[in-house]
């Protein structure tokens, strides 16, 4: 940074302070003032409230500096405030306290990149979530969807780099707060470095506005991205409650479970080759499934042409060449990594020490389709085995609701395939009955009592039997392979139901044979590639609409180089010119994705709004009682006191099935079930 008069950046500084700020070319980028009198801070907070309360537009740029990432044991270094991208004000809240702040914070809308990170922390330190008026992060998310020019990197400095010409941000100052003792003050150089931060990131508001704006994308951002931001800042906050002893347990059990099955592979090993290639094999410390370089070569011992050992590789293999110690092996690296990424990890690395709790971070553009993802850790991934160490406290309940096949009804209601929608259409009819049947044998969940029923498990009256048998007969899956096989539906055995199953998921996402022949093969079907395109092309041929609908995405893709979902959200394709060689490869990849897009970005827009609008609820009526703690796909999960938890379950039923049906345009019904325990449970 260039100073505007001649004083040390790296001095401490103990009193208020001000001047012109300059990025690292010297280009002047606005003032500053630093503060130090919580009276005369208290003067700004007056006048921009009564600025807010005269007009409604008017908003702040705040931006923190923190010790680190975690709002529970870092404190807030400096807090700085641009209110018209010219001029800035920072103050140090460790010695300098306005009284006013806290209502400036519960009054006046804020704005910031990653302005979920301020929200924690205010609301940690402060006892108030702000209301966010604009992050210019998730705003680029969103009007770039994979065209952004800085290769999915949103860092302020890229955003300031592709939206504001000319100036060029200093990065290192940053990393001067990490880690920064409480009793230590501020530096010159650091003040003026957020107050850089804070100036810039106002000016980036004008430009991504007018990018959602020409885009169409207004509402998307108005009504779902910027409403979520402190939904999913409480949601951080809170943090899913771990259930230690059972995790350890897990670690103790898995991992004697895993050195059988190496004991067993090894065994199996030594009798498919000679004596002399397995010494020579296992020479350096023994058989080790999880070693990329060891893999290829065993699995080459055997007979199977391994190139890798990658995830998708080994299952393509498996798909093409059926072996045995090949599936035992892939057994043995999917159970290591679980017991490692969630036993493990979780307990070395992922529960907080202060409040015994899984914190993730989430993203609410994580995905390009627009669905929330997680990281550190990403309990999205969360598998069905793994979810009991999700386990409420004392007292609590944790309730969760899932729409039911809501990507196939999209798909039913965008394509008005018949088959689809007439097999929804009479589900619906039907259910209200078959609630009432299920619940009077003791099984809330339909679906579930059905699998009771074809195990044989219940006793029906001829008529509850044939009222079962016709909502049986409703599944979409067991519909689509009655088309495709041309038998009644009565007929499908549940192997061909699981076929179309999987048949089905795969056209929407627009998976070609080799992928829908892994598919496939990990629900134990082994099909060629040749009669897995057979499969596509006859699907394609039974269900016109469908086809039609996926050849009007595709035409739509190649005319315009971007796809449109109907929830009005976008994505854009870097498709090559006509001239290029690689212009159908990557023309046909896009088009793949723009059908997927389709359906999984209406499905985020109806999660989103369902999550916006039960935290609504939440705070009007249970605002210390029900918690939300994360989304997963098409499930959100919540935690409540048991004497709210029922009913928080059936608000939220009743909300999921509303936003579901708005999503697509209420041209298919939409459905969702629930469920409560003690723990998360699929």
Known sequence: MKPATNYDLAQAVTESVGGYLYDVKGKEVGTYLYLTDPDLLDEFFKTWIATHEAANSFFLTLDLETQGLDPYTCNIILVCISWDGRNSIVFDPRYCKPKLFKTLLEQVPLANTSIKFDLKFLAHHYGVMPTPIFDTEIGCKVGWTDIWPGKREFKLSIQVQHLLPGVLMEKETRNSFIGMPDDQIC????????????????????????????????????????????????????????????????????????????????????????????????????????????????????????????????????????????????????????????????????IHPLTGRVHASFSSMGALTGRLSAKEPPVHGVTEEYRPMIRAPEGWGIGQVDESQYELRAMAGLSKEPTLLDAYKERERLLPSMKVLAKSKGEPDPDQFCKLYAKGAVELTDGEEALTKQFLATDAHRQTAAKLQGKPVAEVTDAERSVNKTLNYAILYGAEPPRLQVSLANEGFTFSLAECSELQNHYFDTLPCVSSTIEQIHAFVAKHGYVESCGGRRRHFNIPPKWRSDYKKELAHAQRQAVNFHCQSVNANAIKRAMIEFQEVIDQRWPDLVHILLNVHDEIVFMARLDVLDVALETLAEIMVKTGSEAIGYTCPVEVSVARAAHWRK
């Open 187 to 350: 530096t010159r150089r650091q003040i003026e470095y957020g107050a850089i931060d804070a100036i810039l990131t106002h000016n980036l508001i004008l430009p991504v506005a007018l990018r959602l704006h020409n885009q169409g994308l207004l509402d998307v951002w108005r009504h779902i991205e910027l409403p979520l931001i402190p939904v999913l800042a409480r949601s951080e906050l809170t943090g899913l409650p771990v259930d230690i002893p059972w995790l350890q347990e897990r670690y103790t059990t898995e991992g004697a479970t895993l050195k059988t099955q190496l004991v067993e592979l090894a065994t199996q090993l030594r009798a498919l080759v000679s004596e002399e290639v397995f010494a020579a094999l296992t020479k350096k410390g023994g058989l080790k499934p999880m070693s990329s370089a060891q893999v290829p070569k065993v699995l080459r011992a055997i007979g199977l042409p391994a190139e890798c050992s990658t995830k998708d590789h080994l299952e393509e293999l498996r798909a093409q060449h059926p072996n045995d110690f090949l599936s035992k092996l892939i057994t043995y690296r999917e159970k290591a990594g679980l017991v490692s990424k969630y036993c493990k990890k979780y307990l070395e690395e992922h």
